[in-house]
């Protein structure tokens, strides 16, 4: 029976493709064995095991983008990661090992490579990071990307491997069930506003305070404002704003909704693009930009519009929202712009690259 490891974590944009990838190697072959690999700072130690599989754990080797003195550490603290890598790869007796990137993977790609194990890199951005730039150019050829033209070597475009509850959903069929599930009214517009699993300050703060107006237009909101923040909003019209830490049932929040605003992290672009839901992306201001790229191809082809994070506010909410969300024909050209530009079945598509990896190897 093969013999996989998984080496991915910190955030959701790493977690998330790697449990799709698992879960469609289970459905190809049952016999799959599967471990995961990762470190104590990120989400894989809550998210990984209550998936159902296995979780190994090495020490984190944070790579700093400048010159400062923790650069001098990590020569240190890779050979110790790397050690530690070795050894989980040696004990599961691996026959591949398949990276998503993020701390846990520049250390496992080593590790594999020393142990001359195959090597299959999946990038979620498109822009890639510097752990799969590094397995790119000198550990494997084997490099899938989520987004087309993306600059990695070896690149092939696969696509990002998605939950099957959301890559196989019917928005339509489930509306019902997911306004009622969470107490939406049936027939009114519906916004969905979320900033990932942390929350987004400027929509939170743009959206709260917008909220009666909101009201006052005629639209619902349901908004995942992150796991630590709060959001007092008064029900001051005939429809509800619905204020939520975190949603688990995602895909019944794609549903429920017209339209969404968010963050452009590729799980976010990928699940929201592919099952047709109209977008406002706020990619986030930090970073090299990568969620501004992510969203490029949905926005250029209609389905979706970009704001600047800056933008977001009250006034800006008011004025832009409740218009868009009421214009059904916009929303409808909006859905069909974007269906069928992101492929959905990425899981399985990086599940038999996988599994032929592993063949030609024996």
Partial sequence: MPSIVLAGGGTAGHTSPLIATADALRRIDPTVE????????????????????????????????????????????????????????????????????????????????????????HEGNAMPGIANKFAARYCTETVATSFPGTDLPHAQYVGLPIRRAISTMDRAALRAEARAFFQLDRDAPTVFVTGGSTGAQRLNEGFGGAAADLQAAGVQVLHAIGSKNTLEIPQTGPYPYRVLNYIDRMELAYAAADLVVCRAGANTVTEVSGVGLPAIYVPLPIGNGEQRVNAKAVVDAGGALLVDNAEVTPDWVRATVPQLVHDKARLQSMSAAAQGLIRLDADDRLAKIILDVVGSAS
């Fill in 34 to 121: 599967i471990l995961a690999l990762g470190t104590e700072r990120g989400i894989e130690v809550r998210v990984i095991p209550e998936a159902g599989y296995r979780l190994e754990l090495i020490p984190p080797v944070p790579l700093p983008r400048k010159p400062t003195p923790a650069l001098f550490a990590v020569p240190g603290k890779m050979l110790s990661s790397v050690s530690a890598a070795r050894k989980i790869l040696d004990e599961a007796k691996a026959d591949v090992l398949v990276g998503f990137g993020g701390y846990v993977s520049t250390p496992a790609y080593v590790a594999a490579w020393r142990r001359k194990t195959p090597i299959v890199v």
